[in-house]
């Protein structure tokens, strides 16, 4: 299990760590400044 900690320093990385959901992805993306694929990833769920 990702703690907070975790998840937050997760954003400096280059790739989406395993095992998110798509709003987690969603808010990792939305973290790092990508905006647009925040919107697409948590988009995807509604659909």
Known sequence: ?????DFKDS???DTVPQ???DVQQAL???GKGEW????DTSAQQRQ
């Open 28 to 30: 990792w993306y939305a």
């Open 11 to 13: 954003i400096q990385q």
């Open 19 to 21: 095992g998110l959901g």
């Open 1 to 5: 299990m990702m703690t907070t900690q």
């Open 36 to 39: 647009k694929k925040a919107h």
